[in-house]
């Protein structure tokens, strides 16, 4: 949120939301480039670099969601589902927490015959077994990295202004920050070397293949509501 700018934005993990926190840190007068700011920063809440809603009144909270401006970016959800398993279950920089939290859990119940030090880490969850996971989860007890976009942004209660889709990001960030008038003060940053990597959706791709036909459809019917809503299709990944 950005009071100075009278602006609310829903972050959704694994939607860019690591590079919108920066540009609103150089909005707000807290960094002068986007660039310089760790990933660290962004999401340490304790360094109070943002206020969000629920440190409000409720009188405050409708203020603002009544008149401030309003925004969110979504992705496909299969591709923020395999962005998310890659970053937490593979990326070989990342922490071990989910795999502590998640990992264990997930191969202790949906593994066969796990050996002795996959349970005791969490190491080496498949996508298959993520997957498992995900479609015997109640969606309200998920974690907030593949929690539903219903349950996270709430977009049939709220008026968004502005709703723009991961798969044009640089595009509808130029023109949202055209629309909010800041865009002489702020780019929104560019990873140099994404083009050198595989587009998501031929990752994504990859990762389906393991999966069965009733696995997929079982997991579609879980995040239906987010493919309903965005306009997205599993067509791709039958």
Not at 9 to 36: E, H, T
Not at 200 to 219: C, D, R
Request: proline content about 4%.
């Amino acid at each position: 949120m950005s009071d100075r700018h009278k602006l609310l934005y829903c972050y959704i993990p694994k939607v860019a939301c690591s590079n919108w926190k920066r540009v609103l840190m150089v909005m707000n007068g807290d960094a002068a480039d986007p660039w310089s700011i760790k990933t660290a920063d962004v999401h340490n809440r304790s360094l109070g670099y943002f206020r969000y809603l629920n440190q409000y009144s409720p009188e405050e909270i409708v203020h603002r969601l009544s008149t401030y401006y309003k925004f969110l970016f979504v992705r496909h959800p299969f591709e923020r589902l395999v962005s998310a398993y890659r970053n937490k279950f593979i990326d070989s920089y990342n922490l071990t927490l989910f795999k502590e939290m998640y990992g264990r859990r997930i191969i202790r119940k949906y593994r066969h015959n796990p050996d002795v030090k996959s349970l005791e880490t969490g190491e080496g969850v498949s996508f298959s077994e993520f997957v498992e996971f995900i479609n015997n989860s109640e969606p309200d007890l998920m974690d907030w990295h593949w929690k539903l976009y219903d349950m996270l942004c709430h977009p049939c209660l709220i008026y968004y202004d502005f709703i723009g889709k991961f798969e044009n990001l640089y595009t509808e960030a130029d023109q949202l920050l055209r629309v909010l008038q800041v865009n002489e003060d702020v780019q929104f940053p560019q990873n140099k070397s994404s083009r050198y990597r595989l587009p998501t959706k031929v990752i994504a791709k990859e990762y389906f293949k393991s999966l069965s036909a009733p696995v997929k459809e079982q997991l579609y019917k879980k995040y239906m509501h987010d493919f309903e809503m965005f306009g997205y299709s599993m067509e791709d990944y039958l």
